[in-house]
């Protein structure tokens, strides 16, 4: 098995099963079934995405990503953010301090007025609905519509070298007991009737973090199935990702998994390719 080696027709191979949408766990199995050693299947899979990955972001020009990379701290402009764990395909961070305790509990007090049944985007028609896949209460903040929300902003702005006004307002949601958010995919999915009047606001989103406000008794990570990834939820604690391409290749299915006791409050900011409007 160790003679086994990565050719042209199975790297074609791959990359017409991540087209078509399969999932990660899904080739793999495939190939062992075809007889593929899992030592190479994993070395052509992790090949073909890393290449996939640079030709998405030349494509697509630059992204939303840390100010330094390679820090384990960086500065944001006006905190001292630290990166716990990182990855880069999927290009995933988890960092904290990126929300003081003072913050989280006004973004809630302030939120909490406002809260209504949670919606998804409706990529079929452009608009928005309610969803069963989503559990939530939420509300979204005008961009800069308060000193607290425009300081957050300039402060992802610099964390992630990206403008402040290509971003959509600050969404704060509410988990309570059994609530949660099936996996899924931000971006827009292409192939719907309605993306297209929903990307004249600003582009494709390209990149998201999830902020949260406190910590929930048990339960409420957030996951990452793609990848066998679960980012517990801690106040002032956050999650980033970056999707080049509105496509499941760019391995970003995640979710949020049910509220177990307590509740969850998390405040998301979405990235866009443009000035959103």
Known sequence: M???????????????????GHAVEAVLSSMHASGWSEDVALSALEAVLLDRL??????????????????????????????????TCPRIAVLSNVLSPQECQDLMALARPRLARSETVATETGGSEVNEARTSQGMF?????????????????????WPVEN????QV???????????????????????TSILRRGGQRVA?????LNTPQAGGATIFPDIGLEVNAMAGHAVFFAYGTPHPSSQTLHGGLAVESGEKWVATK?????RFE
């Open 2 to 20: 160790s003679a086994q080696e990565i050719t042209p027709a199975l790297r074609q191979w791959i990359e017409e099963q991540t087209d078509a």
């Open 54 to 87: 640079s030709a998405q972001r030349a494509d697509q020009g630059r992204l939303p990503d840390l100010v330094r990379p390679g820090a384990s701290e960086v500065w944001a402009h006006d905190r001292h953010i630290q990166v716990l764990v990182q990855t």
């Open 141 to 161: 903040f005008e961009r800069g519509e308060s000193e607290l929300c425009a300081r957050i902003e300039q402060r992802i702005a610099a964390l992630f070298q």
């Open 167 to 170: 971003g959509e307002g600050i």
């Open 173 to 195: 949601l509410r988990y309570g007991p059994g609530a949660q958010y099936k996996p899924h995919y931000d971006y827009f999915d292409p192939a719907q009737s309605g993306t």
């Open 208 to 212: 998201t973090l999830v902020m949260y």
């Open 270 to 274: 979405w990235m866009r390719q443009a």
